[in-house]
């Protein structure tokens, strides 16, 4: 029996939620990879009500609810003529299930007519989620984007659309 799975625009009652899943995404993720001290600012420069606010009210927040429990969160905007994924973060106990790819599709789906194609960026070291994103198509451009945070780079990546 397939997971029921409610693809959604977040709303401002979601921000607690949405902030809940970076941040136990962050540490499951980033602490083995780039340490504590890498998790601790991004959560403070990243994942704060402030930080977060303007892209939910602008509808550029996705969440995935299974349930009525949001597991998993994307956010995206058009930059030239690719969307641009700037977070895709599905909760630890909830990967596996196809939720990413739901909203990966969701994301696709709401692309403007413009749009060629989507575009991500996921940290250097981070071979699970590079692995992810090879199997949903996307290739290595070969961009290097210095840390932000003074850690690891960011390796960029893309695919064209599917539609």
């Known amino acids: 029996m397939a997971l029921a799975v409610d693809v959604r625009t977040a709303t401002l009652d979601d921000l607690d939620a949405v902030l809940a899943v970076g941040h136990a995404c962050w540490w499951a993720t980033y602490e083995p990879i780039a340490g504590a001290d890498h998790v601790e600012r991004g959560l403070a420069t990243w994942w ?3 930080t977060n606010r303007p892209a939910i009210e602008a509808g550029r927040v996705l969440v995935a609810e299974v349930d009525d429990r949001v597991l998993a ?3 995206s905007s058009l930059v030239d003529d690719h969307v641009v994924v700037w977070r895709l973060y599905v909760l630890p106990e909830a990967q596996g299930l196809g939720i990413g790819t739901r909203l990966l599709d969701a994301v696709e ?5 413009q749009a060629v194609g989507l575009r991500l960026s996921h940290l250097e070291g981070n071979d699970k989620a590079r692995d992810y994103y090879v199997r949903q198509g996307f290739v290595a451009t070969g ?3 210095p840390g932000a945070l003074g850690g690891p780079d960011d390796l960029t990546m893309r695919r064209p659309l599917r539609r």
């Open 48 to 50: 704060t009500p402030e």
């Open 73 to 75: 969160m994307a956010s």
């Open 109 to 113: 789906a709401a692309a403007p007519a």
């Open 143 to 145: 961009e290097r984007v």
